[in-house]
């Protein structure tokens, strides 16, 4: 399995940046797609935003899409989350996972019970 560790999360304010990094370690992740959820407070894991093994291609929920970026780095083994126009809404803890079950080919990225790597997540709160 590949581990996974968040990092970036804070307070801010309603319109403010963020950007998120997940490391991995232990098997390389270099091959796996990789997505992040969020879970606010009260409901379900939901899917945020995943991309291509090797970076070429990324998929955004529509309530991201325009101010959340995905990209990642296979040499340093990282994945970032790029987060603009913050919204109070987008309050939530947010984790990194990885794909080691093709579920970004087999257009299933969407699923959380389809990952099984997680790391703890880092919290979200967007203030007005």
């Known amino acids: 399995q590949v581990q996974l560790a968040e990092s970036g999360g804070g307070l801010v304010q309603a319109g403010d940046s963020r950007r998120l990094s997940c490391v991995a370690s232990?098997?390389?992740?270099?091959?796996?797609?990789m997505a992040w959820f969020r879970r606010a407070p009260g409901k379900g894991r939901e899917f945020v935003a995943t991309?291509?093994?090797?970076?070429?291609?990324?998929i955004y929920a529509e309530s991201v899409k325009g101010r959340f970026t995905i990209a990642r780095d296979n040499a340093k083994n990282t994945v970032w989350l790029q987060m603009n126009s913050l919204k109070p809404e987008d309050t939530a803890n947010y984790s990194c996972a990885a794909d080691a079950n093709g579920l970004f080919y087999a257009d299933l990225y969407s699923a959380a019970w389809g990952y099984d790597s997680w790391g703890r997540g880092t919290q979200v709160t967007v203030s007005l």
């Open positions: 232990g098997r390389t992740s270099s091959s796996y797609a």
């Open positions: 991309i291509s093994s090797g970076g070429e291609s990324t």
